[in-house]
């Protein structure tokens, strides 16, 4: 039975006696804002920013604010259970450490950082194809706790394969199949920046230690280039980012600076990134190649939803990429309780975009989801300390959720469901 809420709130008060604060500011606004500070600028644009006028982003944000929670009075809520059952596994609370990319943008720990805060919590950590660190090393930073693993779906089927065959063997849960970032989105942040981390050998470790990658890159790096290639005269910019390439490919520097290597890597990654050309069709070919459950992120419309059943897939997440992807989408939200009633109980719906606070994540429970997996929250954490920053964000949401359901009557996350929240407009 759950006691985190009074128990992390205590440990806070407690320490505020010797004047000691939290590790990371609690308050939502004020962990974006030390973050921000904290943080590059080409890193905030990347993790902070989305697609376009950023609309749909802040759509995730002001969606929770159509939705007020009902408190029921009188409840013997002495003892609360946050834990829920996924795929086999009970966890102890509905949230997941949602997968990001180019960690090592917010703190030189990147993936090992976030793994570490996921092993001390015992909460899953979605792995991301676009991490800093190679999956078998976060791996071993997890230990023993969950893990599961996102996959952006290669334009080279052997480089699905192999990315699949490696999730197997380092423990994975489930596989995330991305669906909504085959092309990346309009991110005018980044566009203003001119910066773009996989041009410059940032978050593709998943792919420099793959062996079918590598392939590609051996295969590329040996190729004559065109005659007709034009050769555009160095600049420090350029010499700094064929530096980075360098330092970010497996092997030594001095060896790496003076091999076509990286930089192949770098081009081949922007070739087979992500297929725009994928279809309901090819789930079969992932079902043929792992009996782990296949999670579909990204669903945001009822035919989608239906076409998801239909192919047999074990769960959806409902999620617009935290905006980052389409400008004036509809917020996830406001998605998520049509595709709740479609799926009708016969896989678990999982939610993401928007979460800021424990309250946040009982209102998506109450809308139907089964768990919520959360983002830019613990990557604040990350870039102001680390694993220990991330730990306490996740603690943070984690507490005021068991704080919520017991002032709110509520025992279990079971007993959280539509009747908890004031109906909506007529």
């Known amino acids: 039975m759950s006691s985190v809420g009074r128990t992390v709130q205590s440990r806070v008060y407690r320490a505020g006696v010797y004047g000691r604060r939290p590790v990371v500011p609690v308050e939502p606004a004020a962990l974006e804002a030390a973050a921000r500070r904290r943080m590059s600028e080409v890193a905030w644009a990347y993790v902070a920013g989305s697609a376009g006028r950023q609309r749909t982003a802040q759509a995730n944000l002001d969606a929770f604010d159509r939705h007020r929670i009902v408190p029921r009075m009188l409840v013997d809520v002495e003892e609360r259970d946050t834990s829920v059952a996924l795929f086999g596994r009970r966890l102890p609370a509905p949230l997941l450490f949602a997968p990001i990319g180019v960690l090592e943008l917010a703190h030189p720990d990147a993936d090992h950082a976030v793994a570490r805060a996921a092993r001390a919590l015992g909460l899953p950590m979605v792995i991301s194809s676009q991490a800093s660190v190679p999956m078998e090393d976060v791996a071993r930073t997890l230990g023993d706790a969950p893990r599961w693993f996102q996959l952006y779906w290669s334009k080279d089927d052997d480089v699905v394969d192999s990315f699949v065959d490696r999730a197997e063997a380092i423990g994975s849960e489930a596989i995330v199949v991305t669906l909504d970032t085959h092309v990346l989105g309009w991110r005018t942040r980044d566009l203003d920046l001119a910066y773009l981390p996989f041009a410059r050998g940032e978050g593709i470790a998943q792919y420099t230690s793959d ?165 830019r929250p613990w990557v604040y954490g990350v870039a102001l300390a680390g694993a220990d920053g991330a730990r306490a964000v996740m603690q943070h949401l984690w507490a005021e959720l068991d704080l919520t359901m017991a002032l709110s009557g509520v025992r279990s996350v079971d007993e959280i469901g539509p009747d908890l929240l004031a109906p909506g407009p007529r």
Do not use: C
């Open 211 to 375: 062996p079918a990658f590598r392939r590609l890159v051996e295969a590329r790096a040996a190729a004559p280039r065109p005659a007709d290639e034009p050769s555009p005269r160095p600049t420090p910019a350029a010499v700094r980012a064929l530096h980075s390439m360098a330092r970010h490919y497996p092997g030594r520097l001095r060896d790496n600076l003076r091999s076509p290597l990286p930089r192949a890597a770098v081009e081949t990654f922007l070739d087979v990134f992500s297929r725009s050309s994928l279809t309901w069709d090819d789930l079969a070919r992932l079902r043929g190649r792992t009996s782990l459950p296949i999670v579909l992120k990204g669903i945001q419309r009822l035919d989608d939803a239906a076409r998801a059943l239909d192919h047999g897939v074990d769960g959806i997440v409902v999620s617009n990429h935290g905006g980052r992807q389409v400008d004036g989408a509809i917020a996830s939200l406001d998605a998520l309780p049509a595709v709740v009633e479609v799926v009708d109980g016969r896989i678990p719906v999982l939610f993401d975009s928007g979460i800021r606070s424990g309250a946040d994540v009982v209102t998506a429970l109450a809308l139907g989801a089964r768990a919520v997996l959360v983002g």
